[in-house]
């Protein structure tokens, strides 16, 4: 059964920080090219950051860059996304991705909210 189970999502005040992770299972973790999409209260999904199977390349939306850094352990099957200086803005259901080819999997979620 493939998994993909979110943690690490909570309550921060505007500019602290959130450390991200997504553990993965059922599926060949190193074939897959990871990534995180967020959606905020009302409004679609946005794509946030991708890092590649090998880890060898990573990008991130403009408003993330510089904040957010994206990682994975290949020997844990995790990848993780270490959020600074975070926003109101930012506040969101943070869902973990992984994709290969036509195969794609999706996690459940895990809540960010940025409010003093």
């Known amino acids: 059964e493939v998994q993909l189970v979110e943690s690490g999502g909570g309550l921060v005040q505007p500019g602290g920080s959130l450390r991200l992770s997504c553990a993965a299972s059922g599926f060949t973790f190193d074939d897959y090219a990871m990534s995180w999409v967020r959606q905020a209260p009302g409004k679609g999904l946005e794509w946030v950051s991708t890092?590649?199977?090998?880890?060898?390349?990573?990008k991130y939306a403009e408003s993330m860059k510089g904040r957010f850094t994206i990682s994975r352990d290949t020997l844990k099957n995790t990848v993780t996304l270490q959020m600074t200086t975070l926003k109101p803005e930012d506040t969101a259901v943070y869902y973990c991705?992984?994709?290969?080819?036509?195969?794609?999997?999706w996690g459940q979620g895990t809540q960010v909210t940025v409010s003093s």
């Open positions: 890092i590649i199977w090998n880890g060898g390349f990573t």
């Open positions: 991705n992984a994709q290969w080819g036509a195969w794609e999997y």
